[in-house]
């Protein structure tokens, strides 16, 4: 059974700091890995997908990298702003049938303070 | 593309009562996801659907809980009889059956069981 982990479970930063949030994964058969945002009170917005084959993706300010064969993704976040403030979630996809679902870690609330 | 629409928004509703929830997912996507996200938790999968027949519903609560995706479009998801751990955040995904592509999440509703 998928099981994954998010550390550390709550951030707070100056604005402008540059961040690193973890995700590891137990089982490290894949199909993809998927990072999320969510605002307080609103469903999940979509940040970054990695294919398990690729190393990294990279949206604007975000980086989010994937060594699959250790089970671990990071996402970095550079020169951090106040609307950066939300929970991010850390989203693994398994391979085959019932496994093609997405399995979820508590994620990591940031407070990006101004 | 349009996203994922769910209705309604908000819920509020007394132990007992029942309760449903809609779902249209983005057009051509097979699969369709139910998640429970309880306050503080990652989101947990309820059922999964590829067009109208279900994939996995091993953590749906099935004296409580009922799905159904008619057509293989929309689905619905019902409560009864509520309980007070109900009280969570029930949120829709969709994704292509197969391929690179990553998962869509809706809004969400926000269920109180009071």
């Known amino acids: 059974k998928q099981e994954v982990t998010q550390i550390p479970a709550a951030l707070s930063v100056p604005e402008g700091e540059n961040l690193v949030l973890n995700c590891s994964f137990t089982d490290s058969a894949i199909y993809n890995l998927q990072w999320f945002r969510q605002d307080p009170g609103k469903g999940l917005t979509s940040l970054l997908l990695i294919q398990s084959s690729q190393r990294e993706q990279t949206s604007g300010r975000l980086n989010a990298s994937l060594d699959k064969s250790s089970g671990r993704s990071t996402l970095y976040i550079a020169a951090s702003q106040p609307g950066d403030s939300a929970t991010y979630l850390c989203?693994?996809?398994?391979?085959?049938?019932?496994?093609?679902?997405?399995?979820f870690g508590k994620g990591t609330l940031l407070t990006v303070n101004p | 593309e349009a996203g994922v629409a769910q209705s309604p928004r908000y819920k509020i509703i007394e132990k007992r009562q029942s309760v449903a929830f809609w779902c249209n997912p983005i057009s051509g996507h097979a699969t369709l996801y139910w998640y429970q996200q309880i306050l503080g938790q990652g989101p947990k999968l309820l059922i999964q659907?590829?067009?109208?027949?279900?994939?996995?519903d091993s953590q749906l609560p099935k004296d409580r809980f009922s799905a159904e995706r008619l057509k293989g479009v929309d689905s619905t998801l019902k409560i009864q009889p509520a309980k007070l751990e109900d009280s969570a955040v029930y949120l829709c995904?969709?994704?292509?059956?197969?391929?690179?592509?990553?998962?869509?999440f809706g809004s969400g509703t926000r269920l109180t069981v009071v």
């Open positions: 989203a693994v996809r398994g391979i085959g049938g019932s496994n093609y679902k997405l399995t």
């Open positions: 659907f590829q067009n109208n027949g279900v994939v996995d």
């Open positions: 995904a969709s994704s292509l059956e197969v391929g690179a592509g990553g998962y869509t």
